[in-house]
Nanobody
Framework: QVQLVESGGGLVQPGGSLRLSCAAS????????MRWYRQAPGKEREWVAFISNLGGSTNYADSVKGRFTIGRDNSKNWLYLQMNNLKPEDTAVYYCHVRYNGMDAWGKGTLVTVSS
């Protein structure tokens, strides 16, 4: 059974940093590319970042490019999102995602609030 558990969210001031983590289990982690998504209050869920299965390829939404860095540790089955220079518009619930056997799998999310 695929399980994704996010952690690391919290309250941070504008300009601050946070590091989100996602613990993955129930599938061969190093075989699958992974993604981070987010959903702001009253808005649809949006894609944030992508990383290939071995980490050699990454891609970012324009809104976070240059500020966020996605990473993974295949030896520990962990996915990360380093977020720097956070802005109030980054406030959202952040989810990790895997497309497993043709189906989308999501964690329960971790809340990031950027506010002074």
């Amino acid at each position: 059974q695929v399980q994704l558990v996010e952690s690391g969210g919290g309250l941070v001031q504008p300009g601050g940093s946070l590091r989100l983590s996602c613990a993955a289990s129930g599938f061969s982690f190093s075989t699958y590319s992974m993604r981070w998504y987010r959903q702001a209050p009253g808005k649809e869920r949006e894609w944030v970042a992508f990383i290939s299965n071995l980490g050699g390829s990454t891609n970012y939404a324009d809104s976070v490019k240059g500020r966020f860095t996605i990473g993974r540790d295949n030896s520990k089955n962990w996915l990360y999102l380093q977020m720097n220079n956070l802005k109030p518009e980054d406030t959202a619930v952040y989810y990790c995602h895997v497309r497993y056997n043709g189906m989308d799998a999501w964690g329960k999310g971790t809340l990031v609030t950027v506010s002074s």
